[in-house]
Structure formats: structure tokens, C-alpha cells
């Protein structure tokens, strides 16, 4: 008959005349006890149910250990709880937290894990777009993409009246010979060029793509697909579509124009734009030297780019100047809008309005810095298109959370990262019995008051 043995005691400094001893004889201990709040937030807003739809299932189903749903919810929650590698599987897969949250406390075959390893969590991100003889996993991109519209719409309870959709390309460095592969000049480095689209706090779309391509290309085409689906449900809505220079493109333009939607545009600087604003200059110049202080000024005028723009088009300029710095204090900055002068003057449309385009790049930093969208290690674009996907599901996960479970909190402006740190990493004992799991968390967490809100808001 076999015997318990006590686990072999550590011993460390004593303190106060007590000895210090560890021994790993914890029984079931997690540190990510914070996952219940996923869960929680999950069967609000249904995300991996909808998100696991978007896959298809061709394995014998009396074969199938871990189904599409559990693999859909362990790679999602596994990057909200901070695990970018798939490796990292191999020691969550049994986790008790993990496991409750994902109904998979239980191996449902003996000498198997409760949940997948890494193995077939690969399997998962190689999915291909369609049927594939020999993958049996298949998912369909057009889906995904239009659920990351149906979630932004589904977390509305009417209609607003006007939206703002921000549109934003960044760098994805790539460091081994991934398909697609491409050297970029102002990034300086081998990389990939995603495109986010993003309205407020909410992700509505982001595409991976080649670097050797302009910034703003299929650009047209996400814009098109998105506001169709917003106007099917809201047929009223304002739509302002906001970025910086790399989209003031024509052919984006001319469409805003057709379908009804305003834009505003960062506008490049070159020569004859900053000749259209000498005089605002000198004068802010004058100014500037004579108070100390930076000054700025506004200009207002219909201009067009010869041999691209197809007609002429309200421009706003700032014209600033630093003083103290020499012929090097002039800081112009222009803008292209549709929005008519009597709607907006200059000073707003620049201040109030275009600057507050920066806050998509904080949403940006979230996705990559915090939820791992720039693990983009896979040999193929497919892959890590899907690798993108599952992240940015992650960052919606993490938003509804922040939306509706923490709002008038400390932690309601709370990055990605933050939230993870503050509020999920929680260390627990986990104890099963016949009648419940109990979860119980360290007494000394600092943000417990808030975990309890949470918990009684996602609940109602």
C-alpha cells in the first residue's frame, strides 16, 4: 500500500527565534485565481462561443479529447493571463483555475491532461482558411473578422450618434524569414505592417500584411466592410473616420465623400504648404520671441495635391513656433477634413479633434506590448494572421472587462498589463470536494475591493 510522504522541508534564515521552513506541500495552487473574472466577463459577452463558431471541427468527434470551444478559450484566456508561448500549455494544462473556467476540470480520457498542450494548440493556430484535406481544423477569416464588428456593436445598448473610427499602421518586427518578409525603410528593421482599426476602446479590426506596401493599402477596403455593418444596424450613425497622413489618400476620400462619412487626415508637409502659411508664421514667430512661450496659429483653406487629388479640399493648418530654438522653432502641422468650417473651427478641429487620435496609440501599445500581436514568429502569413486574431480577442476580453466590470474604479483607465498585474495575477488554493470549488485567494491582495465589484457587476 503506498504512503503519503511529508515533501522534503527547505530551511531559510530564522526570524524572531522561529525557524523558516518551505516545502512545496501546498496541494492545488494557482496564480492567476483572476481568471474567474474572464470567465465572468466571457459569459457576458459570449466572445470564445462566437469566436469558436468561426472554426470548423473535421476530427472523428468519439476521438476528439480537447474540442474547438476549450482550444479557442485556453489560448484566448492563456494570453490575458500573460502566456505569449504556446509552451507555456504544457504547465497550464493543468491548472485548477483555468480548468473551472473552461469546464475542463476533468480529463475526459485517463492519462490525459484536463486541458491541451502545446502540441495541439499548434495544431489550432496552423488552422487554415477553409477545408484542408489533411488539417482537420479550419476557420473562416471573413467570419472573424466581421465578429470583432459585432462585438462592438453588441456592447452598445442603442445607437450612438456619432462615432469615430481611428485607423492606424504600425511595425511588427519580424527576426527569422517569416513569408512576407520585407525590409522597412523608416522602421529600419525586417517587419510586418499591421493595420487596427479601433473606435474609443473598441477593436474592430486588425490585419496583418506585408511591409513592402503603402500605409494606408486595404484601407478601402476594412473601411468599407465595417461602416456596411455598422449601417445595417444603426442607418442614423455619424461616422468619422480619423488617421494620420500616410491615409490622406485619394481614393479613400472620394469614398467618404460618396457614402456620407466625414474624414479628417493628417496631411504631409512639404514645401508649398508650409509657403501657403508664411504669414501665420512670422507671426507666430514675433509673438513667440517676444512672450517667451510657445504660440500658435491657425490657418483655414481649400488646397489640393497636383496629379493625386481629384479636387480641392478643406485644409487647416497650425502654425507654431518654439522659442529659443533658431530657425529650427517653426513646428507646422496640417490637417484634410470634409467637416465644413461651420461645424468646426480651425483651433478645435485640430486640438479637440485630430489630437486626440494619439489615444488609438496607446490602444495599439496594449495589443503589442501587452498582449503579445507582434509574436509573429510562424513560417507563414496565415498563421500569424491568426496569432494577431487571437490576441486581439484577447485585448477585447480585457476591454469588456475594464468597460463593465471596473468603471468609477482606480483600475477603469488601466492598461492591459495593468489590469493582468493588479487584478488576475492573484494567488489561491484551489479545493475540490463533492459539493463545490472553492477558490480561496490571498487575504493580503491589495485590489480585493475591486475584484469584488467586478465580480457583483458581471454577475447582474
Same mark, same amino acid.
Given at each position: 500500500?503506498?504512503?503519503?510522504?511529508?515533501?522534503?522541508?527547505?530551511?531559510?534564515?530564522?526570524?524572531?527565534?522561529?525557524?523558516?521552513?518551505?516545502?512545496?506541500?501546498?496541494?492545488?495552487?494557482? =496564480?492567476?485565481?483572476?481568471?474567474?473574472?474572464?470567465?465572468?466577463?466571457?459569459?457576458?459577452?459570449?466572445?470564445?462561443?462566437?469566436?469558436?463558431?468561426?472554426?470548423?471541427?473535421?476530427?472523428?468527434?468519439?476521438?476528439?479529447?480537447?474540442?474547438?470551444?476549450?482550444?479557442?478559450?485556453?489560448?484566448?484566456?492563456?494570453?490575458?493571463?500573460?502566456?505569449?508561448?504556446?509552451?507555456?500549455?504544457?504547465? +497550464?494544462?493543468?491548472?485548477?483555475? +483555468?480548468?473551472?473556467?473552461?469546464?475542463?476540470?476533468?480529463?475526459?480520457?485517463?492519462?490525459?491532461?484536463?486541458?491541451?498542450?502545446?502540441?495541439?494548440?499548434?495544431?489550432?493556430?496552423?488552422?487554415?482558411?477553409?477545408?484542408?484535406?489533411?488539417?482537420?481544423?479550419?476557420?473562416?477569416?471573413?467570419?472573424?473578422?466581421?465578429?470583432?464588428?459585432? +462585438?462592438?456593436?453588441?456592447?452598445?445598448?442603442?445607437?450612438?450618434?456619432?462615432?469615430?473610427?481611428?485607423?492606424?499602421?504600425?511595425?511588427?518586427?519580424?527576426?527569422?524569414?517569416?513569408?512576407?518578409?520585407?525590409?522597412?525603410?523608416?522602421?529600419?528593421?525586417?517587419?510586418?505592417?499591421?493595420?487596427?482599426?479601433?473606435?474609443?476602446?473598441?477593436?474592430?479590426?486588425?490585419?496583418?500584411?506585408?511591409?513592402?506596401?503603402?500605409? =494606408?493599402?486595404?484601407?478601402?477596403?476594412?473601411?468599407?466592410?465595417?461602416?456596411?455593418?455598422?449601417?445595417?444596424?444603426?442607418?442614423?450613425?455619424?461616422?468619422?473616420?480619423?488617421?494620420?497622413?500616410?491615409?490622406?489618400?485619394?481614393?479613400?476620400?472620394?469614398?467618404?465623400?460618396?457614402?456620407?462619412?466625414?474624414?479628417?487626415?493628417?496631411?504631409?508637409?512639404?514645401?508649398?504648404?508650409?509657403?501657403?502659411?508664411?504669414?501665420?508664421?512670422?507671426?507666430?514667430?514675433?509673438?513667440?520671441?517676444? =512672450?517667451?512661450?510657445?504660440?500658435?496659429?491657425?490657418?483655414?483653406?481649400?488646397?489640393?495635391?497636383?496629379?493625386?487629388?481629384?479636387?480641392?479640399?478643406?485644409?487647416?493648418?497650425?502654425?507654431?513656433?518654439?522659442?529659443?530654438?533658431?530657425?529650427?522653432?517653426?513646428?507646422?502641422?496640417?490637417?484634410?477634413?470634409?467637416?465644413?468650417?461651420?461645424?468646426?473651427?480651425?483651433?478645435?478641429?485640430?486640438?479637440?479633434?485630430?489630437?486626440?487620435?494619439?489615444?488609438?496609440?496607446?490602444?495599439?501599445?496594449?495589443?503589442?506590448?501587452?498582449?503579445?500581436?507582434?509574436?509573429?514568429?510562424?513560417?507563414?502569413?496565415?498563421?500569424?494572421?491568426?496569432?494577431?486574431?487571437?490576441?486581439?480577442?484577447?485585448?477585447?476580453? +480585457?476591454?469588456?472587462?475594464?468597460?463593465?466590470?471596473?468603471?468609477?474604479?482606480?483600475?477603469?483607465?488601466?492598461?492591459?498589463? =495593468?489590469?493582468?498585474?493588479?487584478?488576475?495575477?492573484?494567488?489561491?488554493?484551489?479545493?475540490?470536494?463533492?459539493?463545490?470549488?472553492?477558490?480561496?485567494?490571498?487575504?493580503?491582495?491589495?485590489?480585493?475591493?475591486?475584484?469584488?465589484?467586478?465580480?457583483?457587476?458581471?454577475?447582474?
Amino acid at each position: 500500500m503506498p504512503t503519503e510522504c511529508s515533501p522534503e522541508p527547505m530551511l531559510f534564515a530564522r526570524l524572531d527565534r522561529r525557524a523558516v521552513v518551505a516545502d512545496f506541500g501546498g496541494g492545488a495552487i494557482t =496564480s492567476d485565481a483572476g481568471a474567474l473574472l474572464l470567465g465572468a466577463t466571457d459569459r457576458v459577452i459570449g466572445l470564445v462561443e462566437r469566436f469558436a463558431a468561426c472554426f470548423t471541427d473535421g476530427r472523428a468527434p468519439r476521438r476528439v479529447v480537447h474540442d474547438v470551444h476549450t482550444l479557442v478559450g485556453q489560448r484566448v484566456f492563456g494570453i490575458a493571463l500573460g502566456y505569449e508561448d504556446l509552451i507555456d500549455h504544457d504547465e +497550464l494544462r493543468r491548472d485548477p483555475v +483555468l480548468g473551472t473556467v473552461l469546464g475542463r476540470l476533468e480529463a475526459r480520457r485517463p492519462g490525459c491532461a484536463p486541458l491541451a498542450g502545446k502540441s495541439t494548440l499548434n495544431r489550432l493556430e496552423h488552422a487554415p482558411d477553409g477545408a484542408h484535406r489533411y488539417r482537420r481544423i479550419g476557420h473562416d477569416a471573413a467570419a472573424i473578422e466581421s465578429l470583432f464588428v459585432e +462585438l462592438f456593436l453588441d456592447a452598445h445598448e442603442r445607437a450612438p450618434q456619432r462615432i469615430v473610427l481611428d485607423l492606424g499602421a504600425t511595425d511588427d518586427p519580424i527576426h527569422g524569414h517569416q513569408e512576407g518578409r520585407f525590409f522597412h525603410g523608416y522602421y529600419d528593421c525586417y517587419c510586418y505592417l499591421p493595420l487596427y482599426v479601433f473606435c474609443g476602446g473598441h477593436l474592430l479590426a486588425a490585419r496583418l500584411r506585408r511591409a513592402d506596401i503603402d500605409a =494606408s493599402a486595404g484601407a478601402l477596403e476594412e473601411v468599407a466592410r465595417i461602416v456596411g455593418s455598422i449601417r445595417a444596424r444603426w442607418p442614423r450613425v455619424r461616422i468619422l473616420l480619423r488617421a494620420d497622413s500616410g491615409f490622406a489618400r485619394d481614393n479613400l476620400m472620394t469614398w467618404c465623400e460618396a457614402n456620407r462619412v466625414d474624414y479628417l487626415f493628417g496631411l504631409a508637409r512639404d514645401a508649398r504648404l508650409v509657403e501657403r502659411i508664411h504669414a501665420e508664421l512670422a507671426w507666430a514667430e514675433e509673438e513667440a520671441e517676444r =512672450s517667451g512661450r510657445p504660440i500658435r496659429r491657425f490657418a483655414d483653406f481649400r488646397w489640393a495635391i497636383l496629379d493625386s487629388w481629384s479636387r480641392r479640399r478643406r485644409a487647416v493648418a497650425k502654425a507654431e513656433w518654439m522659442p529659443g530654438r533658431g530657425e529650427h522653432g517653426a513646428n507646422p502641422r496640417f490637417v484634410v477634413t470634409s467637416i465644413p468650417a461651420s461645424q468646426l473651427d480651425a483651433r478645435t478641429l485640430y486640438e479637440r479633434l485630430y489630437c486626440a487620435r494619439g489615444n488609438m496609440e496607446n490602444r495599439i501599445k496594449e495589443c503589442q506590448l501587452d498582449l503579445f500581436a507582434d509574436r509573429t514568429s510562424a513560417a507563414t502569413m496565415r498563421a500569424n494572421q491568426l496569432r494577431l486574431w487571437f490576441a486581439s480577442m484577447a485585448y477585447v476580453l +480585457l476591454a469588456a472587462l475594464r468597460r463593465i466590470a471596473l468603471a468609477h474604479t482606480r483600475l477603469q483607465r488601466a492598461s492591459c498589463g =495593468s489590469l493582468r498585474l493588479k487584478l488576475l495575477k492573484i494567488g489561491a488554493q484551489v479545493t475540490v470536494t463533492v459539493r463545490r470549488i472553492r477558490v480561496a485567494m490571498a487575504s493580503a491582495c491589495p485590489y480585493a475591493d475591486e475584484f469584488s465589484l467586478a465580480h457583483a457587476r458581471l454577475c447582474r
